[in-house]
């Protein structure tokens, strides 16, 4: 079978794109990508990955455009659409599955203008507008927040699930603002860690290259020895040594997170297109799996309060809410159509 997976923009979907490709291979699968210029695309896959052959397109988001820009940003679809076109009959492509993001579109259309199947998965809990739009023309439709999904659970790799275990007692806590950090998550942090330190918690703090310098001359100079780091590819193990962690709520995170077992209190970027992370928060927490506060006044003493919470009741939930070889089943699916 020959597979395109396009997409991306973000590193959650480019995440989901990783796994898929991954369990394509595993199974004696070709799979190509087809992605964009802009976001985050090339920095994945341009050199290293399983992909045999990568295509990076000049696109750009169309939501966030207005007047000139936006329709700028839909000429430029519609070049990337007969590209598409063209990259799918070079190589023969028996379907495409779609992990949403603005980079998806001119191969998704182009996959439904031969004739192939489409698959789509969304990552988030209120689906991304390009997604909802091609929905209706898609074989399937993969989403770990809606229970009318074929598939239950999100793609995430397997070291999380190896690391997996039951958190019991609160010795280590992490704090994760994403690649980029987060200055409320960092500032949050700074502020309860001469109580964290007192109560004898070890901190570890991705704080962001851009915060790093100023996060790590707070704790020396507060005289608290924490774990920090700008960015690190040694997340799943740093998770695996915590056992709560106070995290932005994008869908990756939180299904990492998920899968490890690891409570969470989840601070959403309030940013985030529709409010996403809110509510990818809010499926957790409506599951009793975990925290969530918007960032404000209340944030830290939330987390006072969530310290004090007893964690291996929601442990153990998360760790029996999670799905295993998600990325396999939805290689399956897509091999029946095929």
Same mark, same amino acid.
């Given at each position: 079978m020959k597979l395109?997976?396009?997409? @991306?923009?973000?590193? @959650?979907?480019?995440?989901? +794109? =990783?796994?898929?490709?991954?369990?394509?291979?595993? =199974?004696?699968?070709?799979?190509?990508?087809? @992605?964009?210029l802009k976001g985050q695309d090339r920095k994945y896959f341009e050199k290293n990955s399983k992909f045999s052959h990568v295509y990076f397109l000049d696109t750009t988001g169309v939501v966030n455009q207005k007047g000139l820009g936006k329709l700028?940003? *839909?000429?430029?679809?519609?070049?990337?659409?007969? /590209?598409?076109?063209?990259? *799918? !009959? /070079?190589?023969?492509?028996?379907?495409t599955y779609s992990v949403g993001g603005f980079s998806a579109a001119p191969a998704s259309l182009a996959t439904l203008s031969v004739f192939k199947p489409l698959f789509i998965h969304e990552q988030n809990a209120i689906e991304g507008r390009l997604n909802a739009l091609l929905k209706p023309y898609a074989k399937e439709?993969?989403?770990?927040?809606? #229970?009318?999904?074929?598939? /239950?659970?999100?793609?995430?790799?397997d070291v999380f699930f190896k690391n997996a275990r039951i958190r019991d007692e609160l010795k280590t806590i992490i704090f994760l603002g994403g690649s980029q950090g987060a200055k409320a998550i960092n500032d949050l942090a700074l502020s309860v860690a001469h109580k964290?330190?007192?109560?004898?918690i070890h901190i570890i703090h991705q704080a962001g290259e851009n915060d790093y #310098?100023?996060?790590?001359?707070?704790?020396?100079? !507060?005289?608290?020895?924490?774990?920090?780091?700008?960015?690190t590819k040694d997340l799943p193990a740093l998770i695996a040594n915590a056992d709560l962690a106070v995290s932005r709520s994008g869908a990756?995170? *939180?299904? #990492?997170?998920?899968?490890?077992?690891?409570? +969470?209190?989840?601070?959403?970027?309030?940013?985030?297109?529709?409010?996403?992370?809110?509510y990818n928060a809010q499926f957790i927490v409506e599951n009793n799996l975990g925290w969530c506060e918007r960032e404000g006044e209340e944030l830290r003493s939330k987390l006072l309060h969530v310290? #004090?919470?007893?964690?291996? =009741?929601?442990? =153990?939930?998360? *760790?029996?809410?999670?799905?295993?070889?998600v990325a396999a089943k939805m290689i399956s699916e897509v091999k029946k159509y095929v």
């Open positions: 395109c997976i396009t997409g @991306g923009g973000t590193g @959650g979907h480019l995440m989901i +794109a =990783e796994a898929l490709v991954e369990a394509c291979v595993k =199974e004696g699968h070709e799979a190509v990508f087809i @992605g964009s700028k940003a *839909l000429f430029k679809v519609f070049l990337a659409f007969f /590209k598409s076109r063209s990259i *799918l !009959k /070079k190589h023969n492509i028996d379907a439709f993969i989403s770990a927040y809606d #229970e009318n999904s074929p598939i /239950k659970g999100y793609p995430v790799k964290l330190n007192k109560k004898n #310098e100023r996060v790590k001359a707070e704790y020396e100079r !507060k005289g608290v020895d924490a774990e920090v780091y700008g960015f990756s995170t *939180l299904w #990492e997170l998920t899968a490890s077992g690891c409570p +969470a209190l989840f601070v959403p970027y309030p940013y985030a297109a529709a409010d996403h992370q809110y310290i #004090e919470e007893p964690l291996k =009741e929601k442990s =153990e939930a998360l *760790l029996n809410y999670s799905h295993k070889d």
